[in-house]
């Protein structure tokens, strides 16, 4: 049980574009999912904490109109990186957690490559 | 503020033993404990709460000492499938922190046959 999946996988695009990532709850109902950023041998750093039918909350630092981010449903958020730049490119983690649940349950990650 | 771990990396035989620390200035609600493979997400491992009691499955355990803002992970007889990073996640007592987890810089944890 709480399984995590995040779409897709890899991504590469040009400098400029948009890219969305996906964040779902295959087995159960998220009612906050969480965002980090790792970069290559660095820690896990929280960009933004997304609960279900209210605005993310943002970490320190991290500019929301480059980084949005929508949790629709209770199984469902999207971080979509906005006109992405090379210094975006990075290993892009959700993770999910329910009512009354401590853990976070990890996504597998999303790795974005911007050229 | 990020805890702080230690050592900074180990390296096994597969058998032996080893200790990581997770330090943190901050008064703490909760400890994790994660497991990350190379380009893969983390795994989770265990989670200690404030006045809870010490956690372990099979060789791994952990304790959480909430007067020190301390938590130390024991791996015995290590296996080759204990490599891996290993990061310590905090949640702080209360205020805005609840729910959200500030992770240490890791720990390279090596296990040769």
């Known amino acids: 049980g709480a399984v995590v999946s995040q779409h897709p996988s890899w991504v590469i695009c040009k400098s400029g574009t948009s890219v969305k990532i996906e964040c779902r709850s295959l087995?159960?109902?998220?009612?906050?999912m969480f965002w980090y950023r790792q970069f290559p041998k660095q820690s896990l750093m929280l960009m933004a904490t997304?609960?279900?039918?209210?605005?993310?909350?943002?970490e320190q630092g991290v500019e929301k109109d480059k980084f949005l981010i929508n949790h629709a449903s209770l199984t469902l958020s999207t971080l979509t990186v906005t006109s992405a730049h090379p210094e975006d490119s990075s290993f892009y983690i959700c993770?999910?957690?329910?009512?009354?649940?401590?853990?976070?349950?990890f996504g597998p990650g999303t790795r974005l490559l911007v050229l | 503020q990020q805890p702080v771990q230690s050592p900074q990396a180990v390296i096994l035989r597969e058998g032996e033993d080893a200790v990581i620390n997770c330090s943190s200035s901050?008064?703490?609600?909760?400890v994790h404990w994660y497991r990350q493979k190379h380009g893969e997400a983390p795994v989770f491992l265990m989670i200690?709460?404030?006045?809870?009691e010490q956690k372990g499955h099979d060789k791994i355990s952990a304790s959480f000492n909430e007067k020190k803002q301390q938590s130390s992970l024991y791996l015995t007889a290590s296996q080759l499938s204990y490599s891996g990073t290993y990061f310590c996640?905090?949640?702080?007592?209360?205020?805005?922190?609840?729910?959200?987890?500030?992770f240490g810089q890791g720990t390279i944890l090596t296990v040769h046959p």
């Open positions: 901050k008064a703490l609600y909760s």
């Open positions: 993770s999910a957690t329910y009512r009354g649940q401590e853990t976070q349950y």
């Open positions: 996640g905090t949640e702080g007592a209360g205020g805005t922190s609840y729910g959200k987890l500030t």
């Open positions: 997304s609960n279900e039918g209210s605005k993310a909350t943002y």
């Open positions: 200690l709460l404030k006045g809870g």
């Open positions: 087995d159960f109902q998220a009612t906050t």
